[in-house]
């Protein structure tokens, strides 16, 4: 079952509860009999297996290789022709 904590708007005391998940969120605070808010932390993620790596994604460095001056080459002939069409569209 989860550990939640809770905090008092009130009187600011801080306590952990645990419940499960089908149970009602806590209202009142046990000691002022104010009202309580849910306080929300940080997760932690946990990666296992292959995949999660930035090396895990390639094969070898010459794919890399070509594949920038592929991605280079495209990008020069794209704007090269919005170049041309912003030429077009002043004149």
Same mark, same amino acid.
Request: net charge positive; aromatic share 8%; proline share 2%.
């Given at each position: 079952?989860?550990?939640?904590?809770?905090? @008092? $708007?009130? @009187?600011?005391? #801080?306590?952990?509860?645990?419940?499960?998940? #089908?149970?009602?969120?806590?209202?009142?605070?046990?000691?002022?009999?104010? #009202?309580?808010?849910? $306080?929300?932390?940080?997760?932690?993620?946990?990666? $296992?297996?292959?995949?999660?790596?930035r090396t895990d994604s390639r094969s070898s !460095?010459?794919?890399?290789?070509?594949?920038?001056?592929?991605?280079?080459?495209?990008?020069? !002939?794209?704007? #090269?022709?919005?170049?041309? $069409?912003?030429?077009?569209?002043?004149?």
């Amino acid at each position: 079952m989860p550990t939640y904590a809770y905090a @008092c $708007k009130d @009187c600011g005391h #801080t306590f952990d509860a645990v419940q499960s998940f #089908t149970d009602d969120a806590l209202t009142v605070c046990p000691e002022c009999q104010g #009202t309580l808010r849910k $306080k929300f932390g940080a997760v932690g993620v946990s990666f $296992k297996g292959s995949g999660f790596y930035r090396t895990d994604s390639r094969s070898s !460095s010459s794919s890399s290789v070509s594949n920038s001056s592929s991605s280079t080459g495209s990008s020069s !002939s794209s704007s #090269t022709s919005s170049s041309t $069409k912003a030429a077009t569209s002043t004149s």
